[in-house]
């Protein structure tokens, strides 16, 4: 048996068990499990001193990602730009921390057709917007606004932004209408936090990405879909991070995509006490 989860608190409503699970079911691997496990910053070295070898790989959600690092024993290239890791993979007794979000952020956009933004805005300054930059300069982008309501707590991130070496504006919420002239909005603000933007931004920005999936759509996502503008949900970033999660943590390359998108779209849809 191998098993692997997702650790993060709060952490009852990850999707992650429902697209790892459908990758295993597609790939054939009867003996892998995965589960959703709470854990906090402080009992997080615990939990990872206690697993044994049957264990390949974590997922690991807020507030874990920056945390983890001084218990890794590697890390790729990635993590050290962005400062965190959302994925440890356990092999030969040795943790190796890995960031798929960037990877995640870079296939949403290519996805919708959004691969080529010549500006952008993003609000928020947590772990996921240190992501957002380094997918941005994957994809051309050198130079980006970060919004956030206290520039005082934006240092992390601008840290990460000197080691991409991307340009960073840092501007304050009160004032988002004067960084709006941009072709991208990345929104990597908690589910609601938005809702007082989405006029503001909404007929203004031609494509908007709300890092949130749950529920959808957001007011933000909403109001720019209706002004006619491009709107990337979060789900597809999770989505292409755990795909990739599950070919770091299996070795497999052959990944069924589309079954854990259906897995992940049911499991939304049926949240929403819909059905597809």
Not at 49 to 55: I, K, Q, S, T, Y
Not at 228 to 257: C, I, K, N, S, Y
């Amino acid at each position: 048996m191998s098993r692997a989860a997702v650790l993060g608190s709060p952490i009852a409503h990850s999707l992650s068990p429902y697209l790892h699970r459908a990758a295993y079911r597609a790939l054939g691997l009867d003996d892998w499990s995965y589960e959703a496990i709470e854990c906090e910053e402080t009992g997080l070295p615990g939990l990872l001193g206690g697993l044994g070898p049957d264990w390949a790989g974590l997922s690991l959600t807020m507030p874990l990602k920056r945390a983890v690092l001084p218990l890794l024993d590697t890390v790729s290239e990635p993590v050290v730009e962005v400062g965190g890791a959302n994925t440890v993979v356990l092999r030969d007794g040795a943790r190796h921390g890995e960031n798929t979000d960037v990877h995640g952020i870079v296939r949403a956009l290519t996805e919708a057709g959004a691969a080529r933004p010549r500006s952008a805005a993003i609000l928020g300054g947590g772990a996921t917007a240190a992501s957002t930059l380094a997918a941005l300069r994957e994809l051309g982008l050198g130079e980006a606004t970060l919004v956030v309501r206290d520039p005082g707590r934006a240092g992390e991130t601008a840290e990460v932004a000197e080691r991409l070496g991307t340009a960073l504006t840092v501007q304050t919420f009160d004032k988002i209408d004067t960084v709006l002239d941009v072709d991208l909005v990345v929104s990597t603000l908690p589910s609601g936090a938005a809702d007082g933007f989405a006029d503001l931004v909404a007929g203004r920005v031609p494509v908007v990405f709300d890092v949130v999936y749950a529920p959808w759509p957001t007011r933000l996502a909403g109001a720019v879909a209706e002004a006619g503008g491009t709107v990337v949900g979060g789900f597809p970033m999770l989505l292409h991070q755990a795909v990739r999660q599950v070919e770091l943590m299996t070795g497999r390359t052959d990944v069924p995509v589309e079954a854990m998108r259906a897995a992940g779209e049911a499991e939304i849809l049926r949240r929403a006490g819909r059905t597809s």
